[in-house]
């Protein structure tokens, strides 16, 4: 199954495919400017939005809040619609991000905080075997 649900009005559908937004400079970019997450999505359908700035922001499925973006705008935009916003900086996930990715130096992993409580407002439902991972941080 997936990790993620949205509700059936606006869950990914052919029609309606996968779209993940980016605000500012994209994280997944190498130094060769290859885009990574463009690379794994190919042949998905996704479509992958990038957002010069907060305001340029569009309704997408899942939105990614760089470092160097101020998440508070973003969560501004976001609030009560169905958007999965996932930020790089620890400790967002208590201030209304629903999953925030975490990269860990010392472990070399990436660890999810997840407030399951945003989550819930935004009407997403996160699958419970993510929630028991040992990589994943519950937040409220």
Not at 11 to 37: K, M, W
Not at 79 to 93: K, N, R
Not at 94 to 104: C, H, M, T
């Amino acid at each position: 199954g997936s990790l993620i649900t949205w509700p059936n009005n606006t869950a990914p559908s052919p029609a309606n495919p996968l779209t993940i937004g980016i605000i500012g400079n994209d994280p997944f970019v190498d130094e060769r400017g290859v885009n990574h997450l463009e690379q794994k999505l190919a042949g998905t359908g996704a479509v992958l939005l990038h957002f010069a700035d907060t305001a340029a922001y569009r309704k997408c499925h899942i939105l990614v809040v760089p470092k160097s973006v101020d998440v508070v705008p973003a969560l501004a935009k976001t609030a009560g619609s169905p958007v999965l916003v996932v930020t790089e900086s620890p400790g967002l996930a208590k201030q209304g991000a629903a999953i925030n990715l975490v990269y860990d130096v010392a472990s070399n992993k990436i660890r999810l905080e997840i407030n399951p409580g945003t989550a819930k407002k935004a009407d997403l439902q996160i699958n419970q075997g993510l929630l028991r991972s040992p990589l994943v941080a519950i937040v409220n």
